[in-house]
């Protein structure tokens, strides 16, 4: 089981691409392989940067958590949404918890394809 990873600090540019593991990585336009995985040894977690409600805590394949985090914490900085936010975490399995709480990831599969998904085990 994984904890919510810290957030790593990278350069974003002002159009969104992101530099944080030395490779360019565009905010708005995110590799398909987003959140792809083999075993769940690939995936970790990240926090939804802008959001409404209970902070999303959604899987990502591991390769790409940096500079994902790294978007995730610009769009925080320029979020203007409009809405309220509420206290807690949810998880890609629809539940919701407090701050603190044990979030895990593991890779489903459907099919040959596989995904990363937070759950609270």
Same mark, same amino acid.
């Given at each position: 089981?994984?904890?919510?990873?810290? $957030?790593?600090?990278g350069?974003?540019?002002?159009?969104? &691409?992101?530099?944080?593991?030395?490779?360019?990585? /565009? @905010?708005?336009?995110? =590799?398909?392989?987003?959140a792809?995985?083999?075993?769940?040894? /690939?995936?970790?977690?990240?926090?939804?940067?802008?959001?409404?409600?209970?902070? =999303?805590i959604? *899987? &990502? $394949?591991?390769?790409?958590?940096? /500079?994902?985090?790294?978007?995730?914490?610009?769009? $925080?900085?320029?979020?203007?949404? *409009?809405?309220p936010?509420? =206290?807690?975490l949810?998880?890609? /399995?629809?539940?919701? &918890?407090?701050?603190?709480?044990?979030?895990?990831?593991?890779?489903?599969?459907?099919?040959?394809?596989?995904? @990363?998904?937070?759950?609270? =085990?």
């Open positions: 089981m994984q904890r919510l990873i810290g $957030a790593r600090v350069l974003c540019l002002g159009s969104w &691409v992101c530099t944080a593991s030395g490779s360019s990585y /565009d @905010c708005k336009a995110p =590799p398909a392989s987003l792809a995985c083999t075993t769940t040894d /690939d995936c970790t977690t990240f926090a939804i940067g802008c959001y409404c409600g209970a902070q =999303p959604n *899987g &990502v $394949a591991r390769e790409f958590a940096p /500079d994902v985090q790294s978007c995730e914490n610009k769009a $925080a900085s320029m979020c203007a949404l *409009g809405c936010t509420e =206290p807690g949810r998880t890609q /399995d629809g539940k919701m &918890v407090s701050s603190g709480t044990m979030i895990s990831v593991r890779c489903v599969h459907q099919g040959n394809t596989g995904t @990363c998904q937070t759950y609270v =085990p």
